[in-house]
C-alpha cells in the first residue's frame, strides 16, 4: 500500500492553482500534504491535517471523494486523478497514534456540547484547544453520534472513534455518556451550572414514517434504527429496502452482511433521480443488492410491499415528480421492510428550552456562525441542516467554534 502510495504522490503536479483544494469543503492543503508525505515529514503532514480538520482520518474514509478533491484534480480530466484520500487516510492514520493536542492554559470557562457527532467533537477539539473547560453530553453510550450508530462498520471502522475518544480525554475533555439532555437536564440547568455557552449537535435521528397503511407492522422497521444495532434483528431471507439514499445502500448492504439472501432497493424514482453517491450505488450492486425502480409503495402487507408504476416528470422549478400510474397496482413479495426516506431531528431540547426558534421540518434555525435564536445558545450539523456530509459538518463547526470563542470571551 505505502509503497504505491509514494508513486501515487510522485504523479502530483504541485499545481500553482491546485483544483483539488478547491473541491475540499475545508479546503484542504492537499499538494502540501503530498509534498511533505514525500520529504518524509508524516507528522508535520498529519498535524496539518489534524489542525485543519480534527476529523481528517475519518473524512479520508467516508468523503465522497469523487465529487470533491479527487473529482477535481486536473489529473482526472484526461487520465487518473491522484488517490488523494487513500494518501490522507495513510498520513491520518499515523498521526493519530503521535498528535498530542496542545491546549493553553485552561481559560477556567465552561462550554457543554450536547452530542458527540461530527460537529460536537470538531468544537471540542477546537475550544480545548483553546483552553476551555468542555463537557459532552451524548444520549449514546460511545462518542461518535452518525459515525458510530449510522455508518456500518465494514465503511468505518469503530476502533478509530475509540482513538479519537482517547485523545479527547487526554485533552481533558469531559464526556458524559447515556445523557440526554431535555427530560432530565436541560439547558437551562447547564446556565444555572456555569456553562458560559451551550452547542446543540444532536444530529437527525427521527425516522421519516412513509404514513402509509401497514407501517407499525412487526416486520417494519427503520433504517437509521437497523443501522444502530443491526444485530438485534431478525430479517428472514428477504428484505425490501424502500428509499434509495445513502442510508439506504448502507442498510442494504449491511442486511446482505448479516446474511440476507436476497435484498432489494424498491424506489419510486429511475436511476437517474437516484440520491446516493454514485459510488455508494456501485458498491451496493457489486454486493449484490438488486434494484426495482419506478415503483411507489402504497401500503405494506404482511406479504410484502404494494406499489404503484410511477414515471418521473418535472415541475416547473425542475424537481421531479413521481406521478402513479393508475391500475398498476402489484405486490413486491418480501419477508422484512427497512423504510429509508430520510431523517428528521428529534425534540428533545427545543421542548424543554425556550427561544430556541426551528423551521417547519424541525431543524434549529442559526445564522451562518451558530447562532440560535436564545442568546448563548448555538448549533450546528446536521440538527440544523438535515442530513449532510461529515466534512460538511466540520466546516461548518469551524465557524461555529470561533463564534462561541468570541461570544465567552466578550462575557464579563
Ligand atoms: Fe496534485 Fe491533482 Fe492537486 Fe494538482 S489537482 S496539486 S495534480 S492532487
Redesign the pocket.
Known sequence: MAKSLIAEGKR????AN????KGCPVHTD??EM?NLFLQNDILKAGEMLFQNNPLSLICSIVCPHEKQCEG????GIKGQ??Q?SEIENYISDYYLNFVKPTHHKNTGKRVGIIGAGPAGITIAFILAARGYDITIFDAHDKIGGVLMYGIPEFRLPKTILDRIKNKMVEMGIKIRPNTLIGPVLTIDDLFRDGYKAVFIGTGVWKPKALSIKGESLGHVHYAIDYLKNPSVYDLGESVCVIGAGNVAMDVARTAIRKGVKDVTILYRGDMNSIAADKSELEYAKIDGVKFEFLKKPFEITDDGVLYQQTIVEKDEWGHDLFTPIQNTEQLFACETVIVSVSQGPRNNIVSTTTGIDINKGGLVSTDLEGRTTREGVFASGDVVTGAKTVVEAVRVSKAVADAIDVYVTGQA
Open positions: 502530483c503536479l504541485q499545481c491546485p483544483k483539488c483544494s492537499i499538494k503530498i477535481n484534480c486536473v489529473l486523478a491522484i488523494i
